[in-house]
Structure formats: C-alpha cells, structure tokens
C-alpha cells in the first residue's frame, strides 16, 4: 500500500469515526426515545417547536450572515430567493422539495443575470 492510499484511508476512517457515528449514535437513540412519544404530547410539540426555531436561525444567518461565495450575493437578491420559495412551498400543497428547488432556481437565475 502506498503513502497517499494509507493516508486517504485515514482520512476515512477520522471522518467515520468523527463525524458518521457519534450523529449516528444521537439518532438512533432519538428513534428509539420518539417511538414513544404520541404525537400531541406537550413533549412533542416542544421538540417541534425547537427544530423549528433553529431552522429560522439557519435561514435568518443565510440572508443576513451569509458566509462564503453567499457572501457576495446581494441581500435583495437573498430575500427575493427565500420569498419565491415560500410561495412555492405554499403554492405546492406545502412540499419542501418544491419549495427549495424554487428558492434554488430564483438564486441562481439571479446570481447568472447580475453577471
């Protein structure tokens, strides 16, 4: 085996063991904890109600944090992106994919006319 294959072996195996299976450990027993759980339970709703607040912070560091080559797109543009997928996933009967795929398409379709 030479140098690099051992070294990207390694790699894999950090990445594995860093990253897969401690999320995957926390998921599993999530699954296992959530199986109990009926869906009206004020437990339930408060699960909800966190995953839901940090998926506004996400989006709200996006638009007005970006990082990145997101950085360098203007906020208008930004806001204009997350409108279009709004109405999409409303127009949609309320369908994530759609409502992403339509943020996705107005983000990039701006980005390519502003050049």
């Known amino acids: 085996m030479t140098g690099a294959a051992m070294s990207e072996g ?3 195996l950090i990445v594995v063991l860093v990253g897969f ?5 926390w998921r599993s027993l999530a699954v296992l904890a959530g199986r109990r759980l009926e ?7 408060w699960v909800k109600a966190v995953a839901t ?3 506004a912070a996400v989006v ?3 638009l007005f944090a970006p990082a990145g080559a997101l950085a360098a ?8 992106a997350v409108a279009g997928g709004v109405a999409g996933f409303l127009a949609f009967r309320r369908s ?4 992403v795929l339509v943020g996705e398409i107005l983000l ?3 980005i390519m006319l502003s050049h």
């Not at 797109?73 to 930004?78: C, D, F, G, K, N």
């Not at 994530?96 to 409502?99: A, P, Q, T």
């Open 39 to 45: 869906e009206g339970s004020p437990v339930f709703h």
């Open 21 to 25: 299976l401690p999320t995957e450990i």
């Open 60 to 62: 709200a560091r996006l």
């Open 73 to 80: 797109v203007p906020l208008m543009l930004r806001l204009g």
């Open 53 to 55: 607040a940090l998926l």
């Open 108 to 110: 990039i379709a701006g």
């Open 10 to 12: 390694a790699a894999l």
């Open 96 to 99: 994530v994919f759609v409502g």
